[in-house]
């Protein structure tokens, strides 16, 4: 995401792109997951950087980075550690990462672009959110409750087993249960 630069912001980048800082900055760029509520999350970027973000073929362009990864904001750091963990098959990208020992949280930062966030789907491939209603589609024995959970029964305000795609959690006769999405159908 990108927006304009405050007056904040291009006092930090003293107008000079945060990545490549030959260019002026442009562009406000929030670095993911977070957003533009705060300056701290942001990077200033020239537009020759900002379109090379969207280039996988500019490897060359990320040399730059060298002088990057020693800046001393968060943000930038996340974001220069990021591209070049893209490239890092390239041994300029390896040197230049294994030249500085970044804080590890600014190291998870980065790394949570590549996290695959696990997709419950119902038994019809349909896309579950935690809070929606679904009902099941074959009767289950509901172990250590002493009670059969019959077809057709309708479970509201579900969660999502957030590190396994195959569960979701849900109420049946004032018990939370852990149910498998193969079992169930959004209503």
């Known amino acids: 995401m990108n927006t304009t630069i405050t007056r904040e912001l291009n006092e930090r980048c003293s107008g000079l792109c945060e990545l490549c800082n030959n260019e002026p900055a442009a562009s ?14 942001e990077v200033a970027l020239c537009d020759t950087c900002l379109a090379a973000l ?3 073929g500019a490897a060359m362009h990320w040399q730059c980075l060298a002088g990057s990864i020693w800046n ?5 750091q996340a974001l220069t550690y990021r591209l070049l963990h893209q490239f890092r098959e390239e041994a300029w990208a390896q040197e230049i990462a294994g030249s500085v020992e970044l804080d590890e949280a600014v190291v998870h930062w980065a790394m949570t672009a590549f996290e ?7 038994s019809n491939g349909t896309p579950l959110e935690n809070g929606d209603t679904v009902v099941l589609t074959q009767g289950l024995n509901v172990k250590g409750a002493n009670f059969m959970a019959p077809k057709g029964t309708i479970v509201r305000k579900i969660r999502l087993v957030a590190d396994n795609a195959e569960q ?4 049946i006769n004032e018990q939370t249960i852990v149910i498998l999405t193969k079992f169930v159908r959004k209503s």
């Open 168 to 171: 979701i959690e849900g109420k």
């Open 54 to 56: 969207a280039d996988k």
């Open 116 to 122: 695959v966030k696990a997709v419950h789907q119902d």
């Open 72 to 76: 001393e904001t968060p943000s930038v």
């Open 28 to 41: 406000a760029y929030a670095v993911s997951p977070k957003n533009h509520d705060a300056i701290a999350n």
